[in-house]
């Protein structure tokens, strides 16, 4: 079983339209990372947040960490057909220095 | 930035045969993880390296699989005598870590797909 809840597990949006993608864990993280994968290829990595309450964005991406470290959010604005793909989040527990935990995934779908 | 490669990208084998994979990290990072993924799933950890050193694997990993690193360069994944159920995306992923903690995204490969017959 996943350790990261993620939802939705999917997600059909109309190209234009803004959508939200979350990330949930019951452990206080140290940091936390979210990917984007294309089927059958590797994870290309989006972003990372590491403080309480911290927010990044990247073009028409932005993702925030809440203040208790707990859950994340990623929101994209103005979907374009290039947003499609399956978004990850992994995370590094405070108890853990080395080994990510994964959430399943958020196939994301734009239809024109 | 020649990012991380993985070789081969597929291959196909069949039941009860050895196969190993390569992976050739991001130059200057230290750490070399492997993972599996199958369809509709996150990463799933195998194991790790810092350096040459492989300091963790996975408690669920059978003993027919068994990865090396020998000169803190570039990294084997070998799965001997295969079976059905280890069909997946083998990722390999590299990260540059100062003391313990993680400090610097992963950097994945695009995997090697593994088909067993």
């Known amino acids: 079983s996943q350790e990261l809840e993620q939802s939705p597990q999917s997600l059909i949006v109309q190209e234009g339209k803004n959508l939200t993608i979350n990330c949930t864990s019951s452990?206080?993280?140290?940091?936390l990372y979210w990917y984007k994968q294309k089927y059958g290829e590797g994870l290309i990595f989006l972003m990372m947040?590491?403080?309480g309450g911290e927010e990044k964005s990247h073009e028409k991406i932005t993702a925030k960490l809440d203040e208790k470290k707990q859950q994340s959010s990623l929101h994209i604005t103005a979907s374009q057909p290039s947003h499609a793909g399956i978004y990850l989040c992994?995370?590094?527990?405070?108890?853990?220095?080395?080994?990510?935990?994964w959430g399943a995934g958020t196939k994301l779908i734009i239809k024109p | 930035d020649t990012g991380v490669s993985q070789d081969p990208r597929h291959k196909i084998t069949k039941r009860g045969q050895n196969v190993t994979f390569r992976c050739d990290p991001i130059?200057?990072?230290?750490?070399l993880y492997w993972y599996r993924q199958t369809l509709g799933q996150g990463p799933e950890f195998l194991t790790y390296?810092?350096?040459?050193?492989?300091?963790?694997k996975s408690r669920l990993l059978s003993d027919r699989f068994s990865a090396e690193r020998p000169k803190g360069s570039f990294s084997t994944l070998e799965i001997q005598r295969t079976e059905q159920g280890d069909s997946a995306m083998y990722l390999c992923?590299?990260?540059?870590?100062?003391?313990?903690?993680?400090?610097?995204?992963?950097?994945f490969g695009n995997g090697t797909r593994l088909t067993v017959t």
């Open positions: 992923a590299s990260s540059l870590a100062r003391g313990g903690r993680v400090s610097s995204p992963l950097h």
């Open positions: 130059s200057e990072h230290n750490r």
């Open positions: 390296f810092q350096n040459e050193a492989q300091l963790e």
């Open positions: 452990k206080t993280l140290y940091g």
């Open positions: 947040l590491q403080k």
């Open positions: 992994g995370a590094t527990p405070l108890d853990s220095n080395y080994q990510l935990i």
